[in-house]
C-alpha cells in the first residue's frame, strides 16, 4: 500500500460518484485504504462495504463528515470506523438532514424571488425526497449551472450561495462536542477535518480549537488535505504533536462535483502516508474499550 484516501464523498451527499465507484477507483490508483464520510448520512456505508469485499486489495473504512459551528465558524468532524447502525448516530444524522431539508427551503424561495427558480425535480436534486440523501448547497450549484448557463459550480457559490450572499442561508449546526459524542457513541474517532481550510491566522485558530476540543475527546486531526502545502502539514502534524492527537488525511474528493481533485492525489500533490492508519487504529481501539464496543476497527 503506497497511499490512503480518508476523506471522500459519494452521490449519497455532495459526491458524484456511487460508492461502488469511490471503491474502483481507489483499486486503480493503488489507493490501499479508503474511507467513504459522507456529510450526514451513512447510506453508501452499506454499498461501500459490499464493494469493498469485492476489492480486498482496499480497505474500506467507514466514515461521515458532520458539520458543526464554533465560534462563528463552521468547524467539519470526520469520523472513521463507525458502526452505521449505532441508534444514537442515525438519530443524530436523522436530525441534522431535517435541517438541511427547512434550509434548503428557504434557499428555495429566496432563489425564486431573485429571479433563478428552482424545482425539486431537476435532475440536480435526483434522490432529494429519499430520507437518506443528504442534499446542500452544491446541489443548488450543480441545478442553477445547468439551468442559467452558469459556468462553473464555483461562480454559482461566488454568485448567489456561499456566506454573504443573497441566497445564503445560514444551517442551525451542533456544537463540535456533540458531534464528537456521537462519533464516539458509534465506536469511532473523530478527526478535524481540513483544520486550516478557507481561514486566516490559522495557526491561533488550529491551536485554540485543538486546546479545547482533545480533552473533550477530539482523536486526531487532518494533517494531509488536498489544499495543504508543506507548510500547512507541517503547522498541523505540529500542533498534533503539542496536544497528542493522531494525524489522518484525505483528498476530500467530490469527483466531478470538484473536478480539480483526484481521489488520492488531491490536486496533484497529495500523498497520505499509509502508516498514519496504525495510530488511528489504535484510538479506535482505546476509544471502543470506553464505550463498550469492542472489537478491532
Ligand atoms: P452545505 O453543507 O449545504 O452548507 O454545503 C457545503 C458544501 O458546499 C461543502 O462541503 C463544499 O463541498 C461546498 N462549498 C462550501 N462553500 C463553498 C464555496 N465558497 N465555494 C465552493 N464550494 C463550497
Ligand atoms: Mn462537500
Ligand atoms: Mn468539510
Ligand atoms: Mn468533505
Known amino acids: 500500500?503506497?497511499?490512503?484516501?480518508?476523506?471522500?464523498?459519494?452521490?449519497?451527499?455532495?459526491?458524484?460518484?456511487?460508492?461502488?465507484?469511490?471503491?474502483?477507483?481507489?483499486?486503480?490508483?493503488?489507493v490501499g485504504a479508503i474511507a467513504l464520510t459522507d456529510h450526514d448520512t451513512v447510506a453508501g456505508i452499506p454499498e461501500f462495504l459490499e464493494a469493498g469485499r469485492r476489492h480486498p486489495e482496499v480497505e474500506t473504512v467507514p466514515g461521515v463528515e458532520l458539520s458543526t459551528m464554533f465560534s462563528n465558524r463552521e468547524l467539519h468532524m470526520v469520523g472513521l470506523f463507525i458502526d452505521p447502525e449505532t441508534p444514537v448516530l442515525t438519530a443524530f444524522l436523522e436530525e441534522m438532514r431535517e435541517g438541511r431539508r427547512r434550509r434548503n427551503e428557504q434557499i428555495r424561495l429566496k432563489l425564486n424571488t431573485l429571479g433563478f427558480p428552482v424545482t425539486w425535480d431537476d435532475p440536480a436534486f435526483a434522490g432529494a425526497s429519499s430520507d437518506s440523501a443528504s442534499i446542500g448547497r452544491p446541489h443548488f450549484a450543480r441545478a442553477l449551472m445547468h439551468k442559467y448557463g452558469f459556468p462553473t459550480m464555483q461562480s454559482v457559490f461566488d454568485r448567489l450561495l456561499k456566506r454573504g450572499c443573497a441566497a445564503y442561508v445560514p444551517r442551525e449546526l451542533p456544537d463540535p462536542a456533540r458531534a464528537i459524542e456521537v462519533i464516539h457513541a458509534a465506536g469511532g474517532i473523530?478527526?478535524?477535518?481540513?483544520?486550516?481550510?478557507?481561514?486566516?491566522?490559522?495557526?491561533?485558530?488550529?491551536?485554540?480549537?485543538?486546546?479545547?476540543?482533545?480533552p473533550l475527546g477530539l482523536d486526531a486531526v487532518e494533517g494531509y488535505y488536498s489544499m495543504f502545502g508543506p507548510q500547512e502539514t507541517a503547522l498541523v502534524l505540529e500542533l498534533a504533536g503539542l496536544y497528542h492527537l493522531a494525524v489522518s488525511g484525505g483528498s476530500d474528493f467530490h469527483g466531478a462535483n470538484s473536478p480539480n481533485i483526484q481521489l488520492g492525489s488531491g490536486a496533484g500533490g497529495l500523498l497520505v502516508p499509509p502508516e498514519l492508519l496504525n495510530g488511528l487504529k489504535a484510538r479506535c481501539v482505546?476509544?471502543?474499550?470506553?464505550?463498550?464496543?469492542?472489537?478491532l476497527p
Open 190 to 214: 473523530a478527526v478535524w477535518a481540513h483544520p486550516v481550510y478557507r481561514e486566516r491566522n490559522e495557526r491561533a485558530w488550529a491551536k485554540r480549537i485543538m486546546r479545547r476540543f482533545s
Open 1 to 30: 500500500m503506497n497511499r490512503i484516501d480518508l476523506h471522500t464523498h459519494s452521490c449519497c451527499s455532495d459526491g458524484s460518484c456511487t460508492p461502488t465507484e469511490l471503491v474502483e477507483l481507489a483499486a486503480a490508483a493503488g
Open 286 to 295: 482505546a476509544r471502543r474499550a470506553a464505550v463498550d464496543k469492542p472489537g
